[in-house]
């Protein structure tokens, strides 16, 4: 049953499985496997069955919902369920039950998807290893003294371990693609604007985007067709027709150009991954792509303007939580103690740093050397992207410039920083990009291909990684987990 | 009271008035005041994770209506912005609000004070966010619960900075009223002081005469009315004069308004001020404001309170006083010219009946309904046309002015029109006592000797003078009163 959505559905269309089937033997799998992996914070076993449940009906009568019908998926815990809690992986919102749905969860509910729990991340999606969420660390399956990657760490570890048929995270410098190329599955980050953030609980705002993780290309599409589209609930998103992702897919790489970043191959890297990426490319060329060089010189200030803006928008999204209306509380003898108690007790040590920072970042007297520069730095990384994308209709580079490292390994704040080195780029143009599996190294860790797309080309950058995919034995590998 | 003439006193004034919108400036919460607590609120207002703001496009369109009616800049782009500071009525501790990019900038009212007009700038027009309300005992540090209540929380509300161009607590006052007349007529705001709908803070500093850099200023906050505004000011110039004087100086400060006890005391200085962290608000992309939609706005906006004021002069003959207490809402002005339109205007029989209509406005109406509330105008029983009808009946003698004000009550009472009440209850002219007493005297002085004729015991005489007095009424005296009054008046000759 560990299986793809699109075969699952195809079953279900022949009669071969139930939803019912399938969510219970997840959910089996859950009590039997999570222990040791920690990818769920929450499991709604009950919620799961009923909407399984109600799953079969309609393909009993032959009137499923689309081809999410039944589809057992996981979220990211920073996804606003009604009626189920949603922590952050933080200690302030370790109780908190939010009144409403974030919107993708109403277009998943909408589309029959029988979500079966809430996965783990980095508080407050604040890292790169999941080892820093407030309830415990995630391993990764391939290897579990390794971490899954972060802060989605809970949604690539869940899906790599079939432990849900797909799930969805939240992309702020990497969050998905980083993960997902630790994990060996399928990550998208789609265009900012691309899919609705209502109900995505904010780490910085002009960064975050929801996008899915999948067992290969072909679910990435139905995943992302199933969120993807304008909502009024979201100023940001972007009022622009959601094309057929699926339909788009075959089309080949043939005749397409392919921008290959002299900045992505930098010294220090994995040699396993550069050779894994290398490879990726000529098999691409194969595929009838051509490869040109480009240069996106302003990467190297990417990393130094994303730890302003995001510390920035982070410590004002995060001021909410004090106490006063929802969460944790810790008592004080007035106000503001009650309020400090509470903040200092409910964030972790990464959350406080950020939040200092971004404080900082954003007083009076610093922000135009701060904020003010790391917005131009964006304006550049934006431009250069823009005159890339002028020669090239995609770009592939590296995911990560590593493999899954050990727990406990990055211990200094400015190394796990730069694990994000090739994926913040992405975040500070707002163009989409995805993480597709090219490979393992010698210890048989999973290596990620990066390709990045124009704004709202989603259909292109998946297109090329389906063909990829197709050409590739890597998405037949599994790891052992039992 | 006054300051020293040696200093010269210079305020600006920040008004906040909360919008007129059926729903909150970034949810689709309603708005209405005196809800039950927490039942206008949404997981938006409630700074709930996750929620997103969406400007409500109605507030936008109050804020460029105001901001045109003070010729303001409207700004083809401008921006939201957060800005931080912790207190616990506002959820999401940050208000969003604009900063460096407002929506309109560079306006002017016209005040008038001791009769002169004066021109004060605006500086800039914003719109942001209301905050929740709190409801403790003492202070909030100190108290030991606090309870919340977000209805208010997320209600649109529009900043409007003047410059700092008035030159007197009067002044002040004036620029309030005159500014708030102007809202109120646009139909944007309420201009309800004591609900909050208008709420003002001031800046004030003194210098020396003649000196043309600015004092150090001092804010004052919680002025909820116009006479706050005023005591709070003088009390302030007062205070800083004596400063001055004794050679101390002004610390830029933050000053609460105690009304009760009429004195400002010190919220916090500068080195305490808030470090408001402003940022542009990235949940929300720049509004860019179509010229289209702002000439239209700009096309519908209705006559402002000032150009009606002289109109009302000019085209109708009544005195500056009696325009602008006219024109204090956009309901009043219409109920007048309405009720003047009603009576009609032929030349000939004109008399002066556009200054009648005006008093009995102001003596009558106004002591009745208050004449900046719109709704309460605009629903009087009295309606333009019934004003009209009664007024008729003073002009053409059937009942005088006096009996016209009880009707006026019973009118205001009862809802129906004047000629109905007067038949109903027999009140024409000659069922006025003191009318027809004089009538009754006239005639008794007109007939000595019926007068004798009547003491030599000749009851007919009587007669003849109570027909004397129906002739005099042209009919319409109520005999019964006639005999009453003319037997009391004969007993006493």
């Not at chain 1, 599409?221 to 979201?234: C, M, N, T």
Request: charged letters at 25%.
């Amino acid at each position: 049953m560990h299986r793809p959505i699109h075969e699952l559905t195809d079953a279900y269309r022949r009669g071969d499985l139930t939803p019912t089937a399938v969510a219970e033997s997840y959910l089996a799998r859950i009590a039997a496997l999570d222990e040791r992996v920690g990818a769920y914070l929450t499991v709604v076993r009950e919620h799961a069955l009923a909407a399984a449940q109600e799953s079969e009906r309609r393909w009993r009568a032959g009137a499923p919902l689309g081809p999410l019908d039944g589809a057992p998926l996981a979220l990211k815990d920073v996804l606003c369920t009604r009626g189920v809690r949603t922590t952050c992986g933080s200690k302030m919102l370790e109780a908190f039950v939010p009144p409403y749905d974030a919107t993708v969860v109403e277009r998943l509910r909408a589309a029959g998807a029988v979500v079966l729990g809430k996965t783990n991340l980095d508080e407050f999606a604040m890292g790169s290893s999941t080892e820093h969420s407030a309830f415990h660390p995630t391993r990764n399956p391939w290897d579990l003294s390794r971490v899954p990657g972060g802060s989605s760490g809970g949604s690539a570890a869940a899906v790599a371990g079939g432990l849900a048929a797909g799930a969805f995270g939240s992309d702020t410098g990497g969050s998905i693609r980083q993960p997902a190329a630790f994990c060996g599955v399928v990550g998208m980050k789609p265009t900012y604007g691309r899919v609705s953030r209502y109900g995505l609980v904010a780490l910085a705002s002009s960064l975050d985007q929801i996008g899915p993780f999948a067992q290969d290309v072909e679910d990435t599409a139905l995943l992302l067709g199933a969120i993807a589209g304008h909502d009024r609930r979201d100023s940001t998103s972007i009022a622009a027709p959601v094309p057929d992702y699926m339909a788009e897919l075959p089309r080949g790489v043939d005749g397409l150009t392919l921008g290959l970043p002299d900045e992505y191959f930098i010294d220090g890297m994995d040699p396993e991954v550069e050779r894994a990426v290398r490879e990726a490319i000529d098999v691409l060329r194969g595929l009838g792509a051509r490869i040109e060089r480009v240069s996106l010189p302003t990467t190297r200030h990417s990393l130094a303007a994303y730890y302003i803006i995001l510390p920035a928008e982070a410590s004002s999204n995060l001021a909410r939580y004090d106490g006063v209306k929802y969460g944790l509380r810790v008592p004080g003898r007035d106000l503001v103690e009650m309020e400090s108690r509470t903040r200092a007790a409910g964030f972790g040590a990464e959350v406080r740093r950020r939040i200092m920072l971004g404080t900082y970042a954003l007083s009076a007297g610093y922000y135009d050397a701060y904020y003010g520069k790391a917005q131009s730095v964006r304006t550049l990384v934006r431009r250069e992207f823009g005159a890339a994308f002028a020669r090239v209709d995609l770009i592939v580079a590296p995911t990560t410039p590593n493999v899954a490292f050990k727990h406990g390994e990055k211990e200094d704040p400015l190394s796990m920083y730069l694990n994000d080195v090739f994926t913040i780029p992405g975040n500070l143009s707002g163009i989409p990009g995805v993480s597709v599996p090219c490979g393992f190294s010698g210890a048989g860790l999973p290596i990620g291909l990066q390709i990045l797309g124009r704004p709202l080309d989603e259909a292109r950058v998946l297109r090329a990684a389906y063909a990829y995919e197709k050409a590739t034995p890597w998405r037949a590998r599994r790891p052992e987990l039992v | 009271m006054t300051t020293p003439e040696r200093y010269e006193v210079v305020i600006g004034l920040e008004v906040h008035a909360q919008l007129r919108t059926k729903s909150k400036m970034f949810c689709g919460c309603t708005t209405t005041f005196g809800a039950p607590p927490n039942s206008q609120t949404c997981p938006v207002c409630q700074g709930m994770p996750g929620v997103l703001p969406v400007v409500n496009r109605r507030a936008v369109e109050f804020g460029i209506r105001t901001a045109l009616a003070f010729s303001c800049r409207v700004n083809p782009a401008c921006r939201f912005a957060r800005k931080h500071y912790y207190y616990p009525d506002m959820p999401k501790n940050y208000q969003i609000s604009q900063y460096e990019e407002p929506l309109a900038e560079d306006g002017f009212l016209e005040i008038e004070v001791d009769g002169g007009a004066r021109t004060i700038g605006i500086q800039r027009l914003h719109l942001e966010e209301d905050v929740g309300k709190l409801l403790h005992e003492g202070t909030l540090e100190t108290a030991q619960a606090s309870l919340v209540d977000f209805n208010r929380s997320g209600v649109a509300l529009m900043e409007t900075v003047s410059r700092p161009e008035l030159r007197s607590p009067e002044e002040a006052a004036a620029y309030l009223r005159a500014f708030r007349a102007v809202l109120i007529f646009l139909e944007v705001c309420d201009g309800n002081m004591e609900e909050g709908s208008l709420r003002c803070d001031a800046n004030i500093s003194l210098r020396p005469r003649g000196q043309t850099e600015l004092g150090t200023k001092v804010e004052i906050k919680n002025l909820n009315s116009f006479r706050n505004v005023q005591r709070a000011l003088e009390f302030e110039a007062r205070r800083q004069a004596q400063a001055l004087d004794a050679g101390e100086r002004i610390v830029q400060e933050t000053r609460l308004w105690e009304a009760d006890r009429g004195y400002t005391r010190s919220m916090r200085s500068k080195e305490f001020a808030h470090d408001y962290r402003y940022f542009p608000e990235p949940d929300l992309v720049p509004l860019r404001l179509d010229r289209a939609w702002v000439d239209e706005i700009r096309a519908a906006l209705p006559e402002l309170p000032r150009a009606r004021r002289q109109r009302f002069v000019t085209q109708y003959g009544v005195p500056a006083y009696d325009a602008e207490v006219l024109t204090q809402s956009r309901a009043l002005a219409d109920y007048y010219e309405a009720s003047v339109q009603a009576w009609g205007s032929s030349p000939g029989n004109r008399g002066d009946r556009p200054k009648t209509v005006s008093n009995w406005i102001m003596s009558e109406l106004l002591a009745a309904l208050p004449g900046d509330d719109e709704l309460a105008i605009q629903r009087s029983p009295i309606t333009p046309a019934r004003l009209a009808g009664l007024l008729r009946l003073i002009e053409d003698g059937t009942i005088s002015g006096k009996i016209a004000k009880d009707v006026f009550q019973k009118m205001l009472a009862s809802g129906d029109d004047a000629a109905a009440i007067v038949g109903r209850e027999g009140l024409t002219q000659v069922a006025d006592e003191a009318a027809l007493s004089q009538i009754i005297v006239s005639v008794m002085a007109a007939n000595p000797k019926a007068i004798d004729d009547f003491k030599r015991g000749k009851k007919a005489a009587k007669g003849a003078l109570v027909g004397q007095v129906m002739k005099a009424t042209g009919g319409k005296a109520n005999p019964a009163l006639v005999n009453r009054l003319l037997e009391d008046k004969l007993s006493k000759t």
